[in-house]
């Protein structure tokens, strides 16, 4: 049996999650879930890899680079992640360096955390997926907010609860941190 070596991926964790127009709402403590995933990351030489979207769409009122919005979260911003990334596509592996990182440091398992759980974390645990890695979905170490659309309106919570399902069943291990940690 082969051992694991493992990397944290924390995906955009920005302020316009925090209080800007994509509030997360679901799960309550995410964000306390994240610091405990990269403490843990920290502590066990488990390469941290922080992600931060800008939007390239000129109409966009989100993800506007160099605005507050757009910018991490106090508590990442103070971070020294081993890779940077900025990503304009849901999938932190689109246009980035994410993939040679990991394959030049020999990285198979990949844990995701970060918002939104079924966009961006969903997204790079799939794609993650299709290159061959293996993915551990750190639940409760991402959040959502309900979805209002043409065709449908979600809560957060049956958002998030799908997202998991569909992950579990075709994509990731789906862990909380504190089983993650135990592994």
């Not at 990397?7 to 799960?27: C, R, S, T």
């Not at 680079?65 to 940077?84: M, S, V």
């Not at 246009?95 to 990949?110: A, H, V, W």
């Not at 799908?162 to 592994?183: C, G, M, N, P, Y």
Request: proline residues 3%; aromatic residues 10%; hydrophobic residues 40%.
């Amino acid at each position: 049996m082969s051992i694991k070596k493992k990397a944290l991926i924390v995906i955009d964790v920005q302020n316009e999650y925090k209080d800007g127009k994509l509030q997360i709402e679901y799960p309550l403590k995410s964000l306390e879930n994240i610091l405990e995933a990269i403490e843990y990351a920290q502590l066990n030489s488990i390469p941290i890899i922080i992600v931060q979207h800008h939007s390239i769409e000129e109409k966009s009122v989100l993800f506007q680079k160099g605005t507050y919005e757009w910018q991490l979260q106090d508590e990442i911003k103070q971070l020294t992640p081993d890779l940077y990334i900025e990503k304009n596509y849901p999938s932190a592996f689109v246009n980035t360096p994410l993939e040679s990182f990991l394959r030049d440091k020999e990285i198979d398992t990949l844990a995701i955390c970060g918002y939104a759980t079924q966009i961006c974390c969903d997204t790079t645990a799939r794609y993650g997926v299709h290159l061959g890695f293996n993915i551990e979905f750190l639940y409760d170490a991402t959040g959502t907010l309900g979805l209002k659309t043409d065709l449908v309106e979600l809560d957060a919570k049956t958002l998030f609860e799908a997202t998991l399902a569909t992950q579990a069943t075709a994509f990731s291990k789906v862990l909380k941190v504190s089983e993650w940690i135990k592994q």
